[in-house]
């Protein structure tokens, strides 16, 4: 079976330029997350879709950030103007369904560094 | 809210031996779950063990097992015959999205 994928894995960009980052989850996973990863702390979420909808969206800078899921299955992270402190590792993660036992898998990640 | 401290930002263990990475949370919720997942490197999260905070028995899976202890609301790791491999960053997580703690470092020394 294969894992979430990310692209690109690794991009350079300076201050107030964009970037964009993709994800596609795992097949039938119905649950998609975006996580934001700041070097030395642990994963923080940024964005939870079910399927298509949002579900939690409330620690996502929206002055900058912005995300689509628009077919329930890809999705995309959008950061527009980047800033120095947006570097970091973009980790995208699916499950099945929403519920408390259920396990997340986590793509390998987007490495992002602000300049 | 939720909360997780891993009071251990790094720690070593000799190649062959156990070691416990420890885990407490704070929570609201009368019913939750908590995860440990391992990071390498590579940046990649694989996760590696869940417990239910009903759950009677603790968690195992190989060489991971969880040491729950509700009413102290700690959840501790612990790695039995460690491997080389096992050198990564370990995160203990509450909850279905939302809390990571902080994350020890384990370095596994041959």
């Known amino acids: 079976e294969a894992g979430v994928a990310q692209s690109p894995r690794y991009k350079i960009i300076e201050k107030r330029q964009s970037v964009a980052f993709w994800c596609n989850p795992i097949?039938?996973?119905?649950?998609l997350y975006w996580y934001q990863q700041i070097l030395g702390q642990g994963p923080k979420l940024l964005i939870q879709?079910?399927?298509?909808?949002?579900?939690?969206d409330s620690q996502l800078p929206k002055d900058r950030f912005s995300a689509e899921r628009l077919k329930g299955v890809d999705s995309t992270l959008k950061i527009q103007p980047a800033k120095l402190e947006d570097s970091a590792v973009y980790l995208c993660?699916?499950?099945?369904?929403?519920?408390?036992?259920?396990?997340?898998?986590f793509g390998e990640g987007s490495w992002l560094t602000v300049v | 809210a939720q909360k997780i401290t891993q009071t251990q930002p790094g720690m070593f263990v000799q190649e062959k031996e156990a070691v416990t990475l420890d885990c407490t949370y704070d929570?609201?919720?009368?019913?939750?779950?908590l995860f440990w997942y391992k990071q390498p490197s590579s940046g990649e999260m694989i996760f590696l063990i869940y417990?239910?905070?009903?759950?009677?028995q603790n968690a195992t899976e190989g060489r991971y097992s969880l040491n729950f202890q509700k009413a102290r609301k700690s959840a501790n790791l612990v790695i039995s015959a460690s491997q080389l491999g096992d050198s990564a960053m370990y995160f203990c997580?509450?909850?279905?999205?939302?809390?990571f703690g902080p994350g020890t470092r384990l370095s596994v020394l041959p």
């Open positions: 993660a699916s499950s099945i369904i929403l519920g408390r036992g259920n396990t997340i898998y």
């Open positions: 097949s039938g996973h119905a649950t």
């Open positions: 879709f079910q399927n298509n909808g949002v579900v939690d």
């Open positions: 929570t609201s919720d009368p019913s939750y779950g």
């Open positions: 417990q239910g905070s009903y759950d009677q």
């Open positions: 997580k509450i909850g279905q999205n939302f809390v």
